[in-house]
């Protein structure tokens, strides 16, 4: 390859790594070798065609690309919301239709979200991504040692949020037509704000979470530091209760919590805060109370031991209960089934929440889906814990 040649190689692949880095696609640099690219290579911009918008502190502009709307930066005059501007050396055509396509989706959507602001009488903070609808009312909070402002919270929250819903449908195999519509999550700086808004977003209200399940999911938090002294507890309380709203949404939307799936509902739900923490402390009881724990939040081993020690809880028990009649020792046993089930096969263990939301008992849906009966499932899932889960 000569010399110049190669040149233009090593640029475009720059460029190429660049772009996808960035979230642009780099159209010009898929064209034939023997066709220039349009966005020229430009040292200013790094190629990118684009630079952030001088309006906003250093750093927080590139957690635009993640989201589609963001009320923090909407308003902005220089950037219209995008966090970015064309790069005002090489002008790039590519960035400038990226931005104006963006720019267009933003007003769509501030118009959709004023029904938001309507509710509370007031302009909320919030950001909306591909699957959710966050309003983020804390106006800092500490991840890691460090203090983050509102804006930078926000976006961390709708990081993880979408973080989660990757996981969720990865286990399950489910895609996003599964589901009818995004879900709302409103994390309130203060009481009052979470009274008003729960009532307003999910149809009642109380002090702790409030979920609204089903078809049109929504979940209302008070996270301030009286309720949630870290960053992790309250991190774990919306995997947990957005967990809830999403089995509540799958497929057909109903809560099976209320029908004799209370295993299933609050196991799925302990599951995840195991998944990323090994501790499972949320439950939800009507008037939650945060002093609740069970051995705890270790349930691999609290399981482990209730069986080794014969005071397990009898499964045809468990499957009678609703969601909010589970005893501590039910909750720990709920998860180990889920574990189970999920270790075994998620498609199936989608096809058994289809059938409790059904209103289908346990006892029936274990014998359709895995042709098990009660007592054969009990002593499957024993002899698996014990070979499995951690003897400390
Ligand atoms: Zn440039
Ligand atoms: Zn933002
Ligand atoms: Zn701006
Ligand atoms: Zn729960």
Request: overall charge positive; some cysteine; aromatic content about 10%.
């Amino acid at each position: 390859m000569k010399p110049a040649a190669k040149r233009w190689w090593t640029l475009a692949a720059l460029a190429l790594s660049m772009c996808l880095s960035t979230g642009f696609a780099p159209q010009s640099l898929l064209l034939s070798q023997d066709a220039p690219p349009t966005a020229p290579a430009c040292k200013f911009c790094k190629s990118t065609g684009r630079e952030v918008c001088s309006e906003h502190p250093a750093g927080e502009c590139e957690s635009e690309d993640g989201v589609l709307y963001c009320s923090h930066i909407a308003d902005c005059k220089v950037c219209a919301g995008t966090g970015w501007v064309v790069c005002r050396e090489c002008k790039s055509d590519v960035a400038q239709a990226a931005l104006d396509k963006k720019k267009a989706d933003i007003e769509k959507r501030r118009i959709a979200l004023k029904a938001l602001d309507g509710k509370m009488d007031r302009e909320l903070c919030k950001v909306e991504t591909k699957h959710f609808i966050l309003v983020w009312e804390l106006e800092r909070i500490k991840v890691d040692k460090k203090f983050l402002n509102q804006h930078e919270g926000m976006h961390l929250y709708a990081v993880r949020l979408e973080r989660l819903y990757d996981d969720y449908c990865a286990r399950q195999k489910l895609v996003d037509k599964d589901f009818r519509e995004k879900f709302k999550v409103f994390v309130w700086g203060w009481p009052k704000d979470h009274e008003a808004g729960a009532l307003a977003f999910c149809g009642q209200n109380a002090s702790g979470g409030v979920k609204l399940m089903g078809s049109t999911p929504a979940y209302s938090v008070c996270g301030n530091k009286r309720n949630f002294n870290d960053d992790d507890l309250l991190h774990r309380n919306i995997v947990h209760s957005v967990t809830h709203l999403m089995l509540s949404a799958q497929q057909f939307p109903a809560w099976m919590g209320n029908v004799k799936g209370g295993w299933c509902d609050e196991g799925l739900s302990h599951w995840f805060e195991d998944r990323y923490w090994g501790i499972c402390d949320n439950y939800c009881y009507q008037e939650s109370n945060s002093n609740v724990d069970f051995k705890g939040g270790k349930f691999r081993l609290a399981v482990r031991k209730l069986i080794e020690t014969d005071k397990v809880p009898p499964a045809p028990q468990v499957f009678e209960r609703t969601s909010d009649t589970l005893t501590l020792p039910e909750h720990a046993v709920a998860f180990s089934y889920v574990d189970y089930f999920l270790s075994r096969d998620g498609e199936k263990f989608k096809a058994l929440c289809a059938e409790l939301k059904r209103k289908v008992h346990t006892r029936d849906a274990l014998k359709k889906v895995y042709d098990l009966s009660v007592m054969e499932f009990e002593a499957l899932w024993k002899a698996w814990v014990l070979q499995t889960y951690p003897t400390k």
